[in-house]
């Protein structure tokens, strides 16, 4: 019935989205056949995002931790550890929902089922944030990673920034066809070259070259609180970013999905978790620290290659990753927005779709809102980080407690086991998403504080707004059959001319009844009268009413006019109006159409028709 | 008949301005007999401008000579002398022009009775030049006579301009109704200042206070070049500002007009001769020259009343006297526009009056422009007055070139005489008006250089298009009786709702034959199925045709069926759009309707009518 509303609200075709995956994956958004996914090729193409988080994952722990100095910083690994607890939790559980969801959705369509609108909206909110500050923080990340490599680029962090997001976006609005294929080559050397730095690191002992600011044993010894150990936990979470996008793109995969897709996200959990594990062993054995200036990753890959051309390779080979991690959101966001679009949460334009299958406004306000973030924050990764952590918890935790629910209703084989395994995650993942905000609140995690109720609240307003619209517009109900009525057009007149005459004709051919209007400035009788001398000389076979503009206005003496004349018609009125080819000849017309037809509408329920009398170059 | 064009072009009666005076007087836009000017009315109403350009000039020659030391200065008085011989060349010739024009008009007026249009257009230009900088003029000096009293101010120079400039536009806006009464208090409250600072000047020996930067014995003695006097000649001439005014605006003085304006155009001359040679001795025998933050006569007023109560009031008259000054210019460059507008040398807008008389495009355009041009000049009088002398002298030079012309036609009583005072008239002017360009070329000449062509050319042009639009509306020919046709209408439907129905009954009433028009993505056949089944289970009494959209774009397809299935007939597109009440609801809409309406309006010859379709709030 909402969906009616939306065809109703906007009767246009091209309004109505072509029947998409509840959500499609971001790389493949329209998947063909032809560019369905092996496990390796899914692995490569979904997992873009969770393996660009191992580029600022381990910073953020660092970060945290590094306020207790080198005692703090000796607590890397646990808290890593923890970290990749969690990860095999939510790797399993999300598991379960590869399993549960075969048509993939993610934490959306698992509230949608599950826990009512509301939350789903929250869902959805908080996956548009995702969205969004994942390109902001990999766009940061990215240019963070170049700037470590080429420090005389640090100045020009912010300009960087955008330049890499107006590139992906131009790329985005140009509309190319991904294929899955594309970012199996990138992702596969970005992860091959960390693991390359991993097992080099290992096997020398030494660090290649000195560590820009290695712990010393002037360090104060500062107890470490649990509470620093639970925020270093929560930010680092950060790292476990994009495990879910498998779950959500399922039917992206080859049949058997179901089994592809889950073998894809166990890999994915592997992989990612040797990278954290092997990156923290390494920070901890050479005592790095956080600096300004150089990522955490560009310093464990000068420690563990040198500084020479493998470290230089992969800084950019991580800078290519995260550019193409920022754009899956471009992938994603449009078609979620398309989703809620089609729902009837957003305004129906981000259904649209322009030429090669483009959602250019979902692109556009992408673009617009992650520019907003990177200005405000600088370009620094490591103030966008935190906030990405929240939003992607919110929607875990929401996706893990649907999936609580749905065992339950389920009842199947085991189902405490597994609902106890999603609870476990769901607890986890709450705990970390209120640390973070609370821990962050006032260092801009109050904006997510702020975006994601605002959001929902919105969402729930234009439903309201269509739902009305659809009533008024009587959805569902075959419509009687339209009859047709007696018709009287109104043309307002200025002058006798050939414009003139063109209007009048045209009203004669519409309607049954015609009446020419002019309205005269009371303060210009001697107008009046030329006029009315003009028209007598021309004597067309139309009725003339004058009506008076006491004040210097026209508007409403004519929409008082047809008000009072004609209170319970079909009135048409027809305003001509020259139009010039040229441009900027538009500036030589008066604005006296657009004041008639304001007011006209405004003041009464006529129907305004504009006649436009071209005046070719 | 070009007359006739703008009626036709734009056949609004709101378009056509009220018969008015060739050029009104500024202060007098509309002349009602209550406020018909005697002499000294006259003389108080209308030379406001000239007087306040006494605050002005002298200060202009002082700047050119103090280049050259005191020796420079020492030729203060004899390049004022100079100045008001020429003023007095000029007082007599515009007696001429009074009485050969009792009609008023001025430069523009003379010129396009003798020197044909492009230069009536260029003396236009320099007018619309003219009241454009004597706003900015007026304005900043009237805040640097404010900030000389209160050195405090000075740091807010370019603020105090705007918020004066924007004092006087709201006032302009509001339309008070001039009356020339108001402004012979003030005009007197100054003249009367100067004088009694002249007097009490020349009584006093020795400067009452200490002058700022008085001319030492330390100066170089540099030689004083005829090109620097000619120079101090040409800037000093922007005290003559102003002169033209009164025969701009014969028909507002009380019969006998020409006499009683001839006299107040001699008053004016003698009482501004005085004034500036008055102060030129002051400024020679106290030895003034220019400092920054303080007006010469703001110093001249200090040595001569002392820093006391005296001084204040000058300057807070000054100030006052300049803000009319500048008000002036917005009774005149508005009636001026209208008139050009009403020739079609400028859109028909600026024929547009709102409430209360006011031409409000006028209005608004001459307040942006004198705002640009303070923010240009910094506020600085200095830089400003240059620019002013020129387009001035333009227009000066125009008129007596005009009226040699005219005496060389009338051929009356001692024509010769005449027509040789005009001539050594324009000669002088012209000549000014050369070297003050010239000499500022590169201080900001180059914009009125640059202006006054790109005006008239512009002028012609809009004339040229307006001949061509009253062409195509065929003007002065009484048009053939409108006779009604068969006419179509086209309906663009996306679905079947209320809205549908509405519009089919609407078209039905309309036209003779109804077509209702549905555009199919090529990339989306079950949706042309659905919307085919929804029709026929509607199946209103209405052909339907369906248009394949092979590219995603509605527009052309739809501009295409109509061209080719009606070439030659009286086509209308009727769309149909939902319109909630509330405003921000609006984007809840999508764009269709535009691009329906864009695309049917480029690529046919039909008409489009938009319905709108109301949903209360």
Redesign the interface.
């Known amino acids: 019935m909402l969906n009616t509303a939306t065809?109703?609200?906007?009767?246009?075709?091209?309004?109505?989205p072509?029947?998409e995956p509840a959500t499609a994956p971001p790389p493949v958004a329209t998947g063909h056949d032809r560019d369905r996914l092996s496990v390796i090729g899914g692995l490569a193409a979904l997992s873009l995002d969770a393996m660009a988080s191992v580029a600022y994952g381990p910073e953020a722990i660092v970060l945290v931790l590094a306020a207790a100095g080198g005692t703090g910083l000796g607590f890397t690994l646990p808290v890593t550890a923890a970290i990749a607890a969690l990860l095999i939790v939510l790797v399993f559980s999300y598991r379960q929902v590869i399993a549960a969801f075969p048509d993939g959705g993610g934490s959306y369509a698992v509230a949608k089922r599950h826990l009512g609108r509301r939350t789903s909206l929250t869902a959805a909110a908080s996956l548009v944030i995702d969205y969004v500050l994942n390109v902001a923080v990999s766009t940061a990340a990215g240019v963070a990673a170049l700037t470590s490599a080429f420090p005389g680029l640090l100045p020009y962090t912010v300009e960087l920034c955008l330049a890499v997001l107006g590139l992906v976006t131009l790329v985005n609005l140009r509309g190319i066809a991904h294929s899955a294929r594309t970012f199996i080559a990138p992702t596969a050397l970005f992860v091959g070259a960390v693991l390359t730095v991993i097992v080099a690191g290992l096997l020398r002992g030494e660090p290649a070259v000195p560590v820009a600011a290695p712990v010393s044993a002037t360090d104060p010894v500062t107890a470490v609180g649990a509470l620093l150990l639970l925020k270093a936990f929560a930010n680092g979470c950060a790292a476990l970013t994009g495990v879910e996008a498998i779950a959500n793109a399922v039917p992206a995969f080859r049949a058997p999905a179901v089994r592809r897709a889950q073998r894809a996200e166990v890999a994915l959990g592997v992989l990612l978790g040797v990278m954290l594990l092997g990156l923290a062993v390494l920070i901890s054995r050479y005592e790095i620290r956080p600096v300004p200036g150089k990522t955490v990753l560009a310093q464990v890959t000068d420690a563990a290659l040198g500084h020479g051309v493998g470290f230089y390779l992969v800084q950019i080979t991580t800078t290519i990753l995260l550019a193409l991690a920022a754009n899956t959101s471009f992938g994603g966001l449009p078609v979620l927005a398309q989703l809620l679009a089609r729902d009837n949460f957003l305004?129906?334009?981000f259904a649209?779709?322009?030429?090669r299958?483009v959602y250019r406004y979902g692109v556009l306000v992408l673009s617009a809102l992650s520019a907003l973030l990177l200005v405000f924050a600088g370009g620094q990764m490591n103030t966008l980080v935190p906030l990405f952590a929240i939003g992607v918890f919110v929607g875990f935790t929401i996706a893990q407690v649907g999936m609580v629910r749905h065992w339950r209703a389920e009842r199947g084989t085991r189902w405490r086991a597994k609902a106890a395994l999603n609870a476990v995650g769901a607890v986890l993942t709450g705990a970390a998403a209120v640390v973070t905000t609370a821990s962050k609140f006032a260092d801009g995690a109050w904006i997510i504080a702020l975006a994601l109720p605002v959001l929902v609240l919105g969402f729930e307003q234009?439903h309201r707004?269509?739902r009305?619209?659809g009533e008024?517009?009587?959805?569902g109900r075959?419509?009687?059959?339209?009859?047709?009525?007696?018709?009287v057009v109104v043309v307002p007149?200025?002058?006798?001319?050939?414009?003139?005459?063109?209007a009048?004709?045209?009203a004669?051919?519409?309607?049954?009844e015609v009446v020419a209007l002019?309205?005269?400035?009371h303060?210009?009788p001697?107008?009046?009268e030329r006029?009315r001398a003009e028209w007598e000389?021309?004597h067309?076979?139309?009725p003339l009413a004058v009506v008076d503009?006491p004040?210097?206005?026209?508007g409403s003496p004519v929409a008082a006019y047809i008000r009072d004349t004609y209170p319970d018609r079909?009135v048409?009125v027809l305003i001509a109006e020259?139009?010039?080819s040229?441009r900027w000849?538009r500036?030589?017309?008066?604005?006296?159409g657009n004041v008639l037809d304001r007011a006209v509408?405004r003041g009464t329920?006529a129907?305004?028709?504009?006649?436009?009398?071209?005046?070719?170059a």
Chains 1, 2 share one sequence.
């Open positions: 065809e109703v609200a906007d009767p246009e075709p091209d309004e109505r072509a029947p305004p129906h334009v649209l779709r322009a030429r299958q234009v707004s269509y009305r619209i008024r517009l009587q959805l075959v419509p009687d059959e339209p009859c047709r009525g007696r018709s007149v200025g002058c006798v001319s050939r414009l003139t005459h063109d009048l004709a045209c004669l051919s519409l309607g049954d002019h309205a005269a400035y303060d210009e001697a107008e009046r006029f000389a021309w067309p076979h139309v503009a004040e210097r206005d026209l079909h048409f020259v139009e010039p040229r000849e500036i030589l017309r008066n604005n006296r509408r329920g129907i305004v028709c504009r006649m436009r009398f071209p005046v070719p």
